[in-house]
């Protein structure tokens, strides 16, 4: 089967970084996306990456290894304007997006 | 302005009545979703459309029909809704079947 396995929340310090890890496991794979949702929006995309290694734009980063079935983003310089979930997103051989619950992140001062 | 828009922003329903969430995009792209998004759950696709005059099915279509006349509007219709059908409903684009997804503001729907 298809299966998205990323933590249910974390909590970071605003000025820090942090990495959300996201494991998959699908029916082929045509690279994966994360996204951006803050709370009663619609998502934002924040990345793609179908090659192994490290995509950067900006403050965020995100990897993929595909033979582990691994991806991770990572947040620097954290903002209380980062206070939100974040979706990660395989995608399938039918070209189809596989969607996790989210990690929703919370920042504190 | 560019971009995709939804309506109604939110609706109350009762069970049994026919409801049609409207879905429009003037970005030209190819291809349109419907999601569903409940708590504590992922996005569920409910149905999608790679081009205009095409349609298929997602992983919970049961209940919900649409249709792609033209490139701009995907309308998605619930014939008889029922409770479990209340949820937060998102459209979404993307120029090709492989690109990034764009997401309207959503419709939040509940039936009584």
């Known amino acids: 089967g298809q299966n998205i396995d990323q933590p249910t929340e974390m909590t970071a310090t605003e000025g820090a970084i942090v990495q959300i890890n996201c494991t998959y496991q699908t029916s082929g794979f045509n690279g994966l996306f994360w996204y951006q949702q803050h709370a009663g929006e619609a998502p934002t995309f924040l990345s793609y990456n179908v090659l192994d290694g490290l995509e950067e734009k900006g403050r965020f980063s995100s990897f993929l290894s595909r033979s582990k079935g691994y991806s991770y983003l990572l947040l620097k310089e954290l903002q209380m304007k980062d206070s939100a979930s974040y979706l990660c997103?395989?995608?399938?051989?039918?070209?189809?997006?596989?969607w996790g619950a989210g990690t929703k992140l919370i920042i504190k001062p | 302005i560019a971009g995709i828009t939804q309506a109604p922003t939110s609706q109350i329903l009762a069970a049994g009545r026919r409801m049609t969430l409207r879905c429009t995009q003037d970005?030209?792209?190819?291809?349109m979703y419907w999601y569903r998004q409940d708590l504590g759950l992922g996005l569920r696709l409910i149905h999608y459309?790679?081009?205009?005059?095409?349609?298929g099915k997602g992983e919970v279509p049961d209940g919900y029909s649409v249709s792609r006349a033209n490139t701009d509007d995907f309308p998605l219709t619930l014939a008889s809704a029922v409770p479990s059908q209340t949820s937060v409903y998102f459209c979404?684009?993307?120029?090709?079947?492989?690109?990034?997804?764009?997401f309207g503001p959503g419709t939040r729907l509940t039936v009584l």
């Open positions: 997103a395989p995608m399938d051989s039918n070209y189809q997006l596989i």
């Open positions: 459309s790679n081009t205009a005059g095409t349609t």
């Open positions: 970005m030209r792209h190819n291809a």
């Open positions: 979404a684009s993307s120029d090709s079947g492989q690109s990034e997804q764009f």
